[in-house]
């Protein structure tokens, strides 16, 4: 059974591996902050509109005081009050 878990657990590992490299991750914390991962470039930016080009779309956030924070290459975090989250 331990053998069966462990191959499934490797298997669903590497299908995520997998498909987030063609993806994008959103991880939403109330209205206060957001990561998203899969960031190619940020197309617009000011404290009530930040607008991502991803890599399967364009996200825009509204809100108020928004600050934008470089996590890694491909990876942002949104802090401040968001107030709606658009997918063009």
């Known amino acids: 059974m331990k053998k069966l ?3 499934a657990l490797a298997e ?3 299908t995520r591996d997998t498909i987030s ?5 959103l991880h939403i914390l109330g209205n206060k902050s ?3 991962e899969g960031c190619l470039h ?3 930016y000011d404290e009530e509109n930040i ?3 991803t ?3 364009s996200i825009s956030f509204y809100g108020q005081q928004l600050r934008l924070r470089f996590l890694d290459a491909e990876a942002v ?3 401040g009050k968001i107030g709606r989250v658009e997918f063009l």
Do not use: G, P, Q, Y
Request: proline share 0%.
């Open 5 to 7: 878990i462990k191959k």
């Open 12 to 14: 669903f590992a590497k």
């Open 21 to 25: 490299k063609h993806t994008t991750e």
């Open 34 to 36: 957001a990561v998203i």
């Open 42 to 44: 940020i197309a617009e």
């Open 51 to 53: 607008r991502l080009m």
């Open 55 to 57: 890599k399967s779309n």
């Open 77 to 79: 975090e949104i802090s």
